[in-house]
């Protein structure tokens, strides 16, 4: 891998319109609806997600799944799948997928699987998902971890398996870009519950949706998805996960869709957000301890 220059953040063509919270196209087209709410559709789902019936019935994974596909529909993804033979349907693993930004959920939620979805802690206080993930039963991951928070974390995590889920971990714990290294929860939690690993490669959901770092919702955008042979739990070690890791995203640069990459003076330092970067990405990595090195000394 290296430091080549990269695509980044999506650049409109001459023709794109821009609108903030609302849709762009290369053909210039455009529909002005609110992203919060109509984009990404997680009012409805929402509400869809109150009704107990549909949590007890099981039938809360089949709204989410009619919603991503919506989604992308409304969007006109072309989304690209391989890999989906290497999916047992009867099968729970912890799902380890790369992360770009909030248009990975949707595309995610088109895998044969049902899925919840670990969370940062910051996002139950969002006004616009808060409801929505308590009433689908998405886990926090706590910002400040502590012996209470990470229990209630594993029971959130035991109560989805218990219910016959498979549960997505995003390794990276950040949509900086695809330089961002693995880090090993994924695997403890695998170990632990006894699941396999399944890898997933994603790439080209930060060109449809790339916030925080732009508003703007894009028409007609690829994204490819790649999904690997499990690691069972017994095989996994610090190893196998390394190497899953690096086939992950080797294939995301070899997709043809764009993976996000992480350029500090586009997208700021983040000095104050706990990551690593990969050593695969030796020029990246000595900027940023470069960085690090010098705000310590000030």
């Keep these: 891998m290296s430091d080549e220059p990269t695509t980044g953040r999506a650049v409109p063509t001459p023709n794109t319109q821009r609108i903030p919270f609302g ?18 559709g997680f ?14 019935s099981g039938a809360s994974h089949t709204a989410e799944r009619l919603w991503a596909r919506s989604v992308r529909r409304l969007l006109r993804v072309n989304l690209e799948i ?22 990975d959920v949707p595309m995610l939620l088109h895998l044969p699987l049902d899925l919840r979805f670990t969370v ?9 998902l808060s409801s929505y993930l308590k ?35 995003f390794p990276q ?36 949706w790339e916030f925080p770092y732009s508003q703007t919702v894009r028409l007609d955008r690829s994204v490819k998805m790649t999904v690997f042979e499990p690691i069972p739990a017994g095989n996994i070690t610090t190893t196998s996960f390394r190497e899953a890791e690096r086939s992950i995203k080797r294939s995301a640069l070899k997709s043809g869709a764009p993976a996000r990459r992480f350029v500090p003076e586009r997208d700021g330092w983040w000095d104050s957000y706990d990551f690593e970067i990969d050593p695969d990405f030796p020029e990246l990595l000595e900027r940023v301890q470069a960085r690090r090195s010098s705000s310590s000394h000030q």
């Design 120 to 128: 940062r802690q910051e996002l139950f206080a969002e006004p616009a």
């Design 173 to 208: 714990g950040s949509i900086l870009g695809i330089e961002v290294a693995f880090q090993y929860g994924a695997a403890r939690l695998a170990k632990h519950f006894g699941l396999s690993v399944l890898p997933v490669a994603i790439a080209g959901t930060h060109t449809v």
């Design 82 to 103: 391989s890999g989906a033979d290497n999916i047992k349907t009867d099968t729970q693993y912890i799902v380890m997928p790369l992360h770009e930004g909030f248009m």
């Design 23 to 40: 849709f762009t196209s290369p053909s210039g087209n455009r529909v002005r609806i609110h992203a919060g709410n109509a984009v990404l």
């Design 43 to 56: 009012s409805a789902l929402r509400g869809a997600a109150k009704v107990q019936w549909l949590m007890t």
């Design 135 to 169: 009433a689908t039963g998405q886990i926090a991951v706590p910002d400040e971890p502590s012996v209470s928070s990470l229990r209630a974390m594993y029971q959130g995590i035991g109560d989805a398996i218990g219910a016959g889920a498979s549960v997505v971990v």
